[in-house]
């Protein structure tokens, strides 16, 4: 089950774990260099809450907390 908020349609993204090798200039090496780059996701916050629309029903939905957070959703 992809976890896809339904209000503001937040979803994971792709971005990569990048591994580095030497010392920083700033700390008297001759500097850092990438030696390999690995692939990973970025999942929001994202919880099942009961959520009353705006019909009254209530409903359970896939929300992510910056949305409750900001009070995008009422909670049932």
């Known amino acids: 089950m992809a976890r896809i908020?339904?209000?503001?349609g937040k979803r994971p993204t792709t971005g990569s774990i990048i591994h580095r090798k030497g010392q920083a200039k700033k700390s008297g090496g001759?500097?850092?260099?990438v030696t390999k780059t690995t692939k990973r996701k970025f999942r929001p916050?994202?919880?099942r809450v009961k959520v009353r629309l705006a019909?009254?029903?209530i409903k359970r939905?896939?929300?992510s907390v910056k949305?409750?957070?900001a009070g995008l959703v009422?909670?049932?």
């Open 5 to 8: 908020c339904a209000i503001t």
């Open 45 to 47: 916050n994202v919880q």
């Open 74 to 76: 009422e909670k049932a």
């Open 55 to 57: 019909s009254g029903q």
């Open 67 to 69: 949305a409750i957070k």
């Open 61 to 63: 939905m896939w929300v």
């Open 30 to 33: 001759i500097g850092t260099h």
